[in-house]
């Protein structure tokens, strides 16, 4: 049998009303009241009605979140802390694969409008135009996850890509190296790819050390063929360097992985540092020495700051999240 809510009213012996405003956490009645209808719902085991809750409170519970590749483990996390909080706020994620593709983003964006989500949470990603105009008209919030918009001031949690990069490079430099290679994502990326080499090459210029642009290669992504691909390209190219600064923890797989077939022994004939800290890193032989971005703490600072925007209207700060060090195996100290 499916109960209503006037069936939990008359159980609990209080009006509806009371009862759509203990749901709708709306306050006006006792704590001996709540525990009454509290039980009731338990006892009758009553679903409340998603829609017409909607139509009371103008919300859907429910947020979009677009993602270029949910399959991989740096997407796998930061959903997982939006969807942490979502589900602690009593709110439901619809999560939406994009492919960098923006046929498919801009049908999700549809699909999204119509289901009429609360809010939108845009991750990894360059905002563009059509993107925007498509999310202003649902007049909803968006928060930015791993990326930034220039054009667009919206509220963004990223970790600073430059100043990691400088940190994951000035790490190998304390270690003993000077001859440092790179292997970028796509230089033409100006969210995660140029602030990297930048970060890059800062490290080196603060230390002294001249910038010999044959150290660094870019490849097209930051998947583990992209990685797989380019050292040798980097060790054709440069034959003498020591250490490696590989711009994702796939990438700086897919280099290990090459080295392997190489006859190149990690860490003893060269060092590896990668960028992100995936569970993927405590996996590699050896464990994978890396640049930590908080995945999971940035989805869900991301969720707590829409949700905010959503129940008070109000623009929230973006936030710059903290970066660290994670040392394992595969970065040797030179003499």
């Known amino acids: 049998m499916t109960y209503t809510?006037?069936?939990?009213?008359?159980?609990?012996?209080?009006?509806?009303?009371?009862?759509?405003?203990?749901?709708?956490?709306?306050?006006?009645?006792?704590?001996?009241?709540k525990e009454k209808v509290l039980s009731a719902?338990?006892?009758?085991?009553y679903q409340p009605n998603a829609l017409a809750r909607g139509l009371i409170n103008k919300r859907t519970e429910t947020i979009g979140i677009l993602i270029p590749k949910v399959s991989n483990m740096f997407a796998a996390k930061i959903v997982h802390g939006v969807e942490n909080v979502a589900h602690q706020r009593g709110?439901?994620?619809i999560v939406c694969n994009t492919d960098s593709n923006g046929e498919k983003t801009m049908k999700y964006l549809q699909v999204l409008h119509e289901k009429r989500i609360d809010g939108v949470i845009f991750v990894s990603e360059?905002?563009?135009?059509?993107?925007?105009e498509a999310i202003s008209s649902m007049n909803i919030p968006i928060v930015l996850v791993s990326t930034e918009s220039y054009r667009y001031q919206l509220p963004y949690v990223k970790v600073d890509d430059r100043r990691a990069a400088y940190t994951a490079v000035e790490y190998l430099i304390n270690k003993g190296?000077?001859?440092?290679?790179?292997?970028?994502?796509?230089?033409?990326?100006?969210?995660?790819?140029?602030?990297?080499?930048?970060?890059?090459?800062?490290?080196?210029?603060s230390?002294?050390?001249?910038?010999?642009?044959?150290?660094?290669?870019?490849?097209?992504?930051?998947?583990?063929?992209?990685?797989?691909?380019?050292?040798?390209?980097?060790?054709?190219a440069a034959p003498?360097?020591?250490?490696?600064?590989?711009?994702?923890?796939?990438?700086?797989?897919?280099?290990?992985?090459?080295?392997?077939?190489?006859?190149?022994?990690?860490?003893?004939?060269?060092?590896?540092?990668g960028y992100d800290n995936l569970p993927l890193a405590e996996m590699s032989i050896p464990p994978l020495t890396t640049v930590e971005q908080p995945l999971e703490q940035m989805g869900e600072t991301a969720a707590n700051m829409l949700f905010t925007m959503i129940e008070t209207g109000e623009t929230i700060e973006s936030r710059?999240?903290?970066?660290?060090?994670?040392?394992?195996?595969?970065?040797?100290?030179?003499?």
């Open 5 to 33: 809510i006037k069936d939990v009213a008359k159980k609990a012996n209080v009006s509806i009303a009371t009862v759509s405003r203990v749901l709708n956490n709306q306050g006006g009645y006792s704590p001996k009241t």
């Open 41 to 45: 719902i338990k006892e009758l085991g």
């Open 91 to 93: 709110s439901s994620a």
């Open 126 to 132: 360059i905002l563009k135009k059509e993107y925007y």
């Open 177 to 205: 190296h000077r001859k440092i290679g790179m292997i970028s994502g796509n230089k033409y990326d100006l969210i995660a790819g140029q602030p990297r080499i930048d970060g890059y090459k800062e490290a080196l210029v």
């Open 207 to 236: 230390n002294n050390i001249p910038v010999n642009e044959k150290y660094i290669v870019s490849a097209k992504g930051f998947g583990f063929k992209d990685g797989f691909e380019n050292l040798p390209r980097l060790l054709h």
């Open 240 to 273: 003498d360097i020591t250490a490696v600064f590989v711009a994702s923890d796939e990438m700086a797989i897919g280099a290990i992985s090459a080295a392997y077939n190489m006859g190149i022994k990690i860490p003893d004939n060269l060092s590896v540092i």
């Open 320 to 335: 710059i999240m903290p970066h660290k060090i994670i040392e394992r195996a595969t970065v040797k100290a030179l003499n």
